[in-house]
């Protein structure tokens, strides 16, 4: 659904080993090659006559080759070509229902009242300062506040919240060092907040409409335009 994601991802990991290279040894080229035992049969009754199909088995056995290998081929060509943030859509109770109420401090002074944002689109990313797909993630936050600002009131609004064991000196560290930051930061260092949503894992971001009801979960580091993409598909919908 998404470029999907910074997602995705990725989106945040989603097979493959070649398939195993089909038929025998030299024998089932049917080139007279190595016929050990001076013509005595390699396991298909060919027998001292290399040539023979045997009644067709060999054309099915290279017809059969070759489909495996232009499939396998072709997985390899998708997955080479994959982005690794799919934006992973994940289930949760939650989605087509009221978001929880939060109500919680900013870190540079205010207060969050997600029931008080109805009327906008939110997104809701859980932050942890040292978490490591976070950091590499954060880039993409970055260009979706952009892009997302750049839209007007047709825009979400973003909102980092900042998750344990975190504290203020790090998590100002971490946008110091990163940049971005320039959208609302939310303390939630009691995990209050990451409970009420059922959080297992940072980063999560979650989208929550204009009336206030939870779209969508991601579980992957998103990709701007993949979350940028799915948003515009979630406000058509609703329009009709």
Same mark, same amino acid.
């Given at each position: 659904?998404?470029?999907?994601? +910074? %997602?995705?991802?990725?989106?945040? @990991?989603?097979?493959?080993?070649?398939? &195993?290279? =089909?038929?025998?040894? *030299? /024998?089932? #080229?049917?080139?007279?090659? +190595? %016929?050990?035992?001076?013509?005595? @049969?390699?396991?298909?009754?060919?027998? &001292?006559? =290399?040539?023979?199909? *045997? /009644?067709? #088995?060999?054309?099915?056995?290279?017809?059969?080759?070759?489909?495996?290998?232009?499939?396998?081929?072709?997985?390899?060509?998708?997955?080479?070509?994959?982005?690794? #943030?799919?934006?992973?859509?994940?289930?949760?109770?939650?989605?087509?229902?009221?978001?929880?109420?939060?109500?919680?401090?900013?870190?540079?002074?205010?207060?969050?009242?997600?029931?008080?944002?109805?009327?906008?689109?939110?997104?809701?990313?859980?932050?942890?300062?040292?978490?490591?797909?976070?950091?590499?993630?954060?880039?993409?936050?970055?260009?979706?506040?952009?892009?997302?600002?750049?839209?007007?009131?047709?825009?979400?609004?973003?909102?980092?919240?900042?998750?344990?064991?975190?504290?203020?000196?790090?998590?100002?560290?971490?946008?110091?060092?990163?940049?971005?930051?320039?959208?609302?930061?939310?303390?939630?260092?009691?995990?209050?907040?990451?409970?009420?949503?059922?959080?297992?894992?940072?980063?999560?971001?979650?989208?929550?409409?204009?009336?206030?009801?939870?779209?969508?979960?991601?579980?992957?580091?998103?990709?701007?335009?993949?979350?940028?993409?799915?948003?515009?598909?979630?406000?058509?919908?609703?329009?009709?």
């Amino acid at each position: 659904m998404s470029e999907l994601i +910074d %997602r995705t991802s990725p989106a945040d @990991g989603v097979l493959d080993e070649p398939a &195993a290279r =089909p038929g025998g040894g *030299d /024998g089932d #080229r049917g080139d007279g090659g +190595d %016929r050990r035992g001076g013509g005595g @049969g390699d396991g298909h009754g060919d027998g &001292a006559n =290399p040539d023979r199909t *045997d /009644g067709g #088995r060999f054309p099915i056995a290279a017809v059969a080759a070759g489909v495996v290998a232009v499939v396998v081929a072709v997985m390899f060509f998708v997955l080479a070509g994959a982005d690794p #943030r799919t934006d992973d859509e994940a289930s949760s109770p939650l989605v087509g229902k009221p978001a929880p109420e939060v109500q919680a401090e900013l870190i540079d002074g205010g207060v969050f009242d997600l029931a008080r944002r109805r009327g906008s689109w939110v997104v809701l990313n859980f932050f942890q300062s040292t978490c490591v797909p976070c950091m590499r993630e954060h880039p993409q936050l970055v260009e979706l506040a952009e892009q997302q600002r750049a839209l007007g009131t047709d825009g979400a609004e973003l909102y980092t919240i900042a998750s344990p064991p975190d504290d203020d000196d790090a998590v100002r560290t971490f946008f110091d060092t990163y940049g971005g930051g320039d959208w609302p930061i939310v303390r939630d260092y009691q995990g209050t907040i990451g409970v009420k949503f059922g959080v297992s894992k940072y980063p999560e971001t979650w989208i929550i409409d204009d009336h206030g009801v939870v779209r969508q979960r991601l579980i992957s580091e998103i990709a701007a335009d993949g979350v940028s993409s799915l948003i515009r598909q979630l406000q058509e919908l609703d329009a009709g």
